[in-house]
C-alpha cells in the first residue's frame, strides 16, 4: 500500500509539472567562478543536523476559522511572511511574528483577478507581490496588503517566476510551460529574463520536447532569498545565478553517484526503480547557505553547504518509512538567513518533541502542548 501511495504521489507531480531539455547547454554561459560541491551521499551523517539548540515558533491564525494545511512557498522580505498554501490560490501575508496582514484572494478571469496561481515572488524595492496567473497568461501586481495595482497580458504560460533588482532596475525570470518565439530571440527559451517593462532581454535552455517527472517542491528551484538570485534545473547537477541580465554558473554539484538523466528517469517508471543513480535534485539558497535535497537508493538526502567555509555543515538522510525524522524534514520550507525553515502541523508536534525535547524552553514546549488539529500548519526555524 505505502508502495502505491508512492507512486501516486510521483503520478501527480509528474502530471503538473513539465520541466524541458534537461540536457543543459552552457554554450555562452559563464563558469568561470563556479565552485564545485562534492557529495557522496555514503558519508552523509543522519544525525548530524540535530545539534542545534536556538529554535524558534511562528503560529500562523486560522483565516475565517478555516485551517490550510501544507504550505507550498513561503517568503520572509521586510519584516513580513508571504506564504501560498499547497493547492490554494491564496497568498497570506503576516508579520514576522505571525500577525495577519493581508491576503490575496482574487479568484477569477476579470482585470485583477488569476484563475491558476502557478507561483509569486516578493518585489522589496516597489513593496509589491508579483503573481504569475499560468491559465489567464499574465502577471498581476498587489500590494503587501493584497490590494490589487496591475497586470501584464503575455503570450505564453508561466510555471514559476523570480524578480530581482539591479542598478538597471528590476528583471524578472520566468520557467515557462511553454512559448512561442518572443521578439528578439531565434528559438524558445524555457528560461526568458525580462526587464521592468516586460521586454525580453535574454533566454536560456532552448525547449526541445516537454519534460515532467520532478515530484519534489517546486519552488525549491528558484531560491527565495533577494540576494544572490540562483536557480536550478532538474536533471542537471549545476545551480545558476543571475548577475545583472546574464546567467552564470554557480555551484557544480559533483556527485559520488551517477546522476539520474532524463531518458533513464521515464525508462525506471518515473523514479520508482532507480537503485544507483541521483535523482529529484532541489535546492534553495541564502546569502551564507546552500540547502540541497536528492534521492539516491530509496532514501532522501538533505544537506546544508556552507559557502563562507566551503563545506557541507549540516545532513541527515531517511526514507519514506512514517519515522520522526521523516515527518518533520520531509516538509523543509527553503532558508531564511541564516535559518532553516521547516513547516510543522499538529500532528507532528510528539515528532518535534521527540528530536528537539532537550533544546527547546519551557515556554516553547507548552505553546506546542497548546497546538489543536485544526490549526493552521505553523513554521519552525532552526538556526544554523
Not at 510521483?10 to 520541466?19: D, E, L, Q, R
Request: proline share 3%; charged share 20%.
Amino acid at each position: 500500500m505505502k508502495y502505491v501511495k508512492w507512486l501516486m504521489v510521483i503520478f501527480v507531480w509528474f502530471c503538473i509539472i513539465s520541466c524541458m531539455d534537461d540536457h543543459v547547454n552552457t554554450q555562452g554561459i559563464d563558469d568561470s567562478n563556479a565552485v564545485t560541491i562534492e557529495i557522496d551521499p555514503e558519508d552523509m551523517n543522519a544525525d548530524s543536523w540535530l545539534d542545534t539548540n536556538d529554535t524558534e515558533f511562528i503560529f500562523l491564525p486560522l483565516d475565517e476559522q478555516y485551517p490550510y494545511g501544507n504550505i507550498a512557498k513561503a517568503i520572509f522580505r521586510d519584516q513580513k511572511i508571504f506564504i501560498k498554501p499547497h493547492m490554494i490560490d491564496k497568498i497570506y501575508i503576516y508579520t514576522e511574528t505571525g500577525e495577519p496582514y493581508g491576503i490575496i484572494h482574487q479568484y477569477g478571469a476579470g482585470p485583477g483577478e488569476y484563475l491558476n496561481l502557478a507561483d509569486f515572488d516578493v518585489n522589496s524595492s516597489k513593496d509589491e507581490i508579483i503573481v504569475s496567473d499560468a491559465a489567464n497568461k499574465k502577471f498581476l501586481t498587489y500590494s503587501y496588503s493584497g490590494n490589487f495595482i496591475s497586470e501584464k497580458q503575455m503570450d505564453f504560460s508561466i510555471k514559476m517566476i523570480k524578480s530581482y533588482s539591479t542598478n538597471k532596475g528590476i528583471y524578472y525570470i520566468t520557467d515557462l510551460r511553454y512559448s512561442d518565439i518572443l521578439p528578439g530571440q531565434s528559438e524558445n527559451f524555457n528560461i526568458n529574463i525580462f526587464n521592468e517593462d516586460w521586454e525580453y532581454v535574454n533566454g536560456y535552455f532552448p525547449f526541445s520536447k516537454f519534460r515532467g517527472g520532478m515530484f519534489g517542491n517546486l519552488y525549491l528551484l528558484f531560491n527565495k532569498s533577494e540576494t544572490p538570485v540562483g536557480y536550478y534545473k532538474p536533471f542537471t547537477d549545476s545551480v545558476f545565478h543571475f548577475d545583472d541580465r546574464e546567467m552564470v554558473l554557480a555551484y557544480y554539484l559533483d556527485f559520488a553517484k551517477p546522476v539520474l538523466s532524463y531518458d533513464e528517469f521515464e525508462k525506471s517508471n518515473y523514479g520508482a526503480n532507480v537503485r544507483d543513480r541521483v535523482f529529484n535534485i532541489t535546492y534553495d539558497e541564502s546569502s551564507s547557505y546552500l540547502l540541497v535535497s536528492y534521492m539516491y537508493n530509496d532514501y532522501i538526502y538533505k544537506f546544508i553547504y556552507d559557502k563562507v567555509r566551503k563545506t557541507i555543515k549540516y545532513s541527515t538522510s531517511y526514507q519514506s518509512d512514517g519515522s520522526c525524522l521523516q515527518n518533520v524534514f520531509s516538509h523543509m520550507l527553503g532558508l531564511h538567513g541564516s535559518k532553516l525553515v521547516l513547516q510543522i502541523d499538529a500532528l507532528n508536534v510528539p515528532c518535534i518533541l521527540e528530536i528537539f525535547q532537550n533544546h527547546l524552553t519551557d515556554g516553547q514546549l507548552a505553546a506546542l502542548n497548546q497546538v489543536q488539529e485544526i490549526d493552521n500548519n505553523f513554521l519552525m526555524l532552526i538556526q544554523l
